[in-house]
């Protein structure tokens, strides 16, 4: 059993930064992908961002490009999500979540393990 906790959301004003942390309670050797997923209040959890594990491939959801980056720390079994050029929409409760399965790493199905969420708020 793999336990996710997030860290590292807050408030923040638009055009600010923020990083976010998943903490793995053991190595993730069996993960195939880890991501970031969101929901904002109303709205459905949403893709953000996922990577490969093994081959180091990640991807992105159209909005997020050229202001978030994904990356993992091999050593610390920690995943991290760089905010950058923050905007109001991105106002969500984000999610860590590591798939065991062969399966698009876009998708919230293919991930078997959640943290807890952490909350971003971005304001005007």
């Known amino acids: 059993q793999v336990q996710l906790m997030e860290s590292g959301g807050g408030l923040v004003q638009a055009g600010g930064s923020l990083r976010l942390s998943c903490t793995a309670s053991?190595?993730?050797?069996?993960?195939?992908?880890m991501g970031w997923f969101r929901q904002a209040p109303g709205q459905e959890r949403e893709f953000v961002a996922s990577l490969s594990v093994r081959a180091g491939n990640t991807w992105s959801t159209d909005s997020v490009k050229g202001r978030f980056t994904i990356s993992r720390d091999n050593a610390k079994n920690t995943l991290h999500l760089q905010m950058n050029s923050l905007k109001s929409e991105d106002t969500a409760v984000y999610y860590c979540?590591?798939?065991?399965?062969?399966?698009?790493?876009?998708?919230?199905?293919?991930?078997?393990?959640w943290g807890q969420g952490t909350q971003v708020t971005v304001s005007l």
């Open positions: 979540a590591a798939s065991t399965q062969l399966a698009d790493p876009r998708f919230e199905g293919a991930y078997g393990y």
């Open positions: 053991r190595r993730t050797v069996s993960a195939y992908y």
